[in-house]
């Protein structure tokens, strides 16, 4: 074999070895572009602010532009939507809320799939909700509110900060599993619900820790979702221990990537954004909305995602609940 022959064959070996590498490479140098977060809410609430504190994070350890973009519209939908039909390439990112979950059963047709069209990333937040009655009410435990409905049925009401919205699907649970006749009252937000909760013109609400904070002095909360007490309020049980079932889970705000990105940049992303979790004052604006730290691994957020959306799907099917166009 002469020299000539030898040479083309290292040439050769050369560029397949590059080819394979180049992949990888591609990864680990991961965001070599400026990328969009996309929040499909608003600017100024909870998930808007969640969302730009993070993004100012990123930039600062990536040295790369982090752009947030509100693609408001349709409860969330459009800025999904938008997400999972973006390139599998990590620079279009989707901070999403608990809706994100809930909506295939409450609406006829959705543009994507929660589990097919996504990739969870990390959970950013969670936040427990609340069922609250006015400081007018005597109803001083779960047990008293319950007794006292039952007593008169058809005359009493729950709020909600939307129809479909945690707060209805909760309060659709409470009716079912106590046995209740609350008449469903939805609000376009938390604001009108709890100034008419506090101002008594419902019986109670269900309502997230978030945003009941600022009124806590003026309401009376009974129970409190998720799986244990709230650090800030170690008197009230959660309804879990008052043997009330499905109420574990938290409302959450979390990162997603469309389904198809490499596991590697998802576990960069993941890796990353729970360093900035950990940031004392990025903890300390989280836990100044009202909200506790998330965090955790892409494959454990999975398992939030799949085991959350079954329970809702269940609740939403038994309580009726539909969203109509």
Not at 195 to 212: E, P
Request: hydrophobic letters at 45%; a positive charge.
């Amino acid at each position: 074999m002469n020299r000539c022959s030898l040479g083309r064959r290292a040439v050769l070996a050369t560029l397949a070895a590059t080819a394979v590498a180049a992949p990888a490479w591609a990864q680990t140098t991961y965001p070599g572009q400026p990328v969009k977060l996309i929040v499909p809410y608003p600017a100024g609430g909870a998930t808007d602010i969640l969302g730009r504190t993070l993004a100012a994070k990123l930039q600062e350890a990536w040295g790369q532009t982090v752009l947030v973009e509100n693609r408001a519209g349709a409860s969330g939908t459009l800025g999904n939507n938008a997400v999972a039909k973006a390139a599998p390439d990590g620079y279009t990112v989707l901070v999403a809320i608990t809706a994100l979950i809930q909506q295939p059963s409450l609406m006829d047709k959705l543009p994507y799939d929660p589990l097919k069209d996504f990739a969870p990333v990390t959970m950013i937040a969670r936040s427990p909700s609340m069922l609250a009655v006015p400081l007018s009410s005597p109803a001083r435990t779960l047990k008293e509110f319950v007794e006292l409905m039952k007593s008169q049925p058809g005359k009493h009401s729950f709020g909600s900060y939307g129809a479909g919205t945690s707060s209805h699907i909760q309060g659709a649970l409470l009716n079912l599993q106590a046995g209740l006749d609350l008449v469903h009252v939805p609000f376009a937000g938390a604001a009108p619900l709890l100034t008419n909760l506090v101002g008594g013109q419902l019986s109670s609400a269900f309502i997230d820790s978030a945003s009941a904070r600022a009124q806590l002095a003026n309401i009376r909360p009974l129970a409190v979702t998720g799986t244990a007490r709230m650090p800030g309020l170690p008197d009230v049980p959660s309804f879990q221990e008052l043997g009330y079932h499905s109420y574990d889970p938290y409302g959450w705000f979390g990162v997603f990537l469309p389904a198809a990105t490499p596991p590697a940049v998802v576990q960069k992303l993941s890796d990353d954004v729970n360093r900035i979790l950990r940031l004392p004052d990025v903890t300390a604006r989280i836990e100044g909305l009202g909200l506790q730290v998330g965090g955790g691994r892409p494959e454990e957020f999975q398992q939030t995602v799949q085991r959350e959306l079954a329970l809702y799907a269940k609740i939403i099917r038994e309580a009726n609940i539909r969203l109509t166009p």
